[in-house]
């Protein structure tokens, strides 16, 4: 059983297949040579040659056919538009607001600068040992988001990557295996963020990752946080989808590079400004008004549930 559950979806095809070709092949040789003549149908004989031509000709069939079911699954298993969106993670450390966050209540929201991030790990589950594979993000100020000064770093997780993550970010552990740990990594990363505002889609996820290493590595990340998810349940509470995608495309904003850090921290940055002139129309103007929309959202949700 084991066997079964780590098997690849594209390899039990194929063997469902080859099994299916097989079959279809052996019953047709075991009918020449048991009528080493003929194979009669109703008295008309058929030559053995005309057997093993059939033979031939089903199995090229198979090949072929077999050739183009495995460009179509393939083709699907590497497209990440079809993969679905990550499960809301909510009640782990990652939420705490700093306490100096009182501070900046009064700034508006148009003053602020953000940086926008995302991370790739190693799974969904950071208080059981996964890591961080990939971080990067953009800064952002008065809805221009500077794409081009981004901050982007594969992470050796010091672990092997599960194939089942593999399939959603891509990155296996051929290519992070040169790569910085955390420890590097993310005094870089706090560099960059420096004392801006932390903008995430579900960010309790991102910021559990981040805050689990503070012991480890030194840093601290005092930063006030911003969940786009919680905005989007406040601005549409009707909405029963608040994925990235699905809220991408109520605001029309294209999504490209979906589930990697860097792709997906920019169309979170472009979903985050348009997101606030709506939070402005409906009279959120200052920080500490977001964060206490945020705040009553997650009371009303019950995300008290721990990862």
Not at 69 to 98: C, K, M, N
Request: proline fraction near 4%; charged fraction near 20%.
């Amino acid at each position: 059983m084991r066997f079964l559950n780590e098997m690849s979806v594209r390899r039990a095809i194929g063997l469902l297949w080859a099994a299916a070709g097989a079959a279809a092949i052996l019953i047709l040789g075991l009918a020449a040579l048991v009528w080493p003549a003929t194979l009669t149908n109703g008295g008309a004989g058929v030559p053995v040659p005309v057997v093993w031509t059939a033979i031939l000709v089903l199995a090229a069939v198979l090949a072929a056919s077999w050739a183009v079911a495995d460009r179509i699954v393939l083709t699907r298993l590497h497209d990440r538009r079809s993969l679905p969106a990550r499960p809301e993670f909510h009640g782990g450390r990652g939420f705490a607001q700093p306490s100096h966050a009182d501070e900046l209540d009064g700034r508006t929201l148009a003053e602020l600068r953000y940086v926008v991030f995302d991370t790739e790990t190693t799974g969904l589950r950071p208080s059981e040992g996964d890591e961080i594979i990939s971080i990067a993000a953009v800064r952002c100020c008065r809805g221009e988001i500077e794409e081009a000064d981004a901050f982007s770093r594969l992470v050796n997780p010091g672990r092997a990557i599960p194939r089942a993550s593999i399939r959603f970010h891509g990155i296996t552990d051929d290519m992070v295996a040169g790569e910085p740990t955390t420890g590097d990594v993310l005094p870089a990363f706090h560099a960059f963020v420096g004392d801006a505002v932390l903008v995430a889609h579900n960010a309790d996820f991102d910021m559990t990752f981040l805050r689990l290493k503070e012991a480890e590595t030194g840093v601290e990340f005092a930063n006030v946080v911003l969940d786009t998810l919680l905005i989007s349940v406040f601005l549409d509470p009707v909405s029963q989808n608040h994925s990235l995608e699905a809220i991408a495309e109520r605001l029309g904003v294209e999504v490209e590079g979906r589930h990697t850090a860097l792709g997906d921290s920019i169309v979170t940055a472009r979903v985050f400004c348009k997101l606030l002139p709506r939070l402005e129309a409906r009279g959120i103007t200052t920080l500490g008004q977001v964060l206490d929309a945020s705040a009553r959202i997650r009371r009303a949700r019950g995300l008290d549930h721990e990862y």
